[in-house]
């Protein structure tokens, strides 16, 4: 896995480093110059987070942040911040 993502960042470095980028390929191993290989792709599974901070302001003052689930709806947030302790005091 450590392998994969050094090899993806140097992959993702050449624009702006290809030389010694093509040096760092050759050292991971590989025959084929850095040209030959593919771009990284993205996979939105792996991007997705599961959990957001949302930080509760009152009168444009932060009180508190909230730990919750990505997938929250408006509604939901907005009760678990008027239930934040937190955020009920002035």
């Known amino acids: 896995m450590a ?3 050094i090899e993806a960042l140097v992959r993702m470095l050449s ?3 290809p030389h010694t980028c093509e040096e760092l390929w050759e050292m991971l ?3 084929d110059g850095l040209m030959a290989a593919k771009w990284p792709e ?3 599974a792996v991007a997705k987070a599961e959990e957001i901070v949302i ?3 009152v009168n444009g003052k932060v009180r508190s942040r909230l730990t919750v689930p990505a997938e929250s709806s408006e509604k939901e947030l907005e009760q678990m911040a008027l239930a934040d302790p937190a955020s009920s005091r002035t």
């Open 15 to 17: 624009p702006f480093a």
């Open 29 to 31: 191993g590989h025959r």
């Open 55 to 57: 930080p509760v302001q």
């Open 3 to 5: 392998r994969e993502a």
């Open 42 to 44: 993205f996979n939105a």
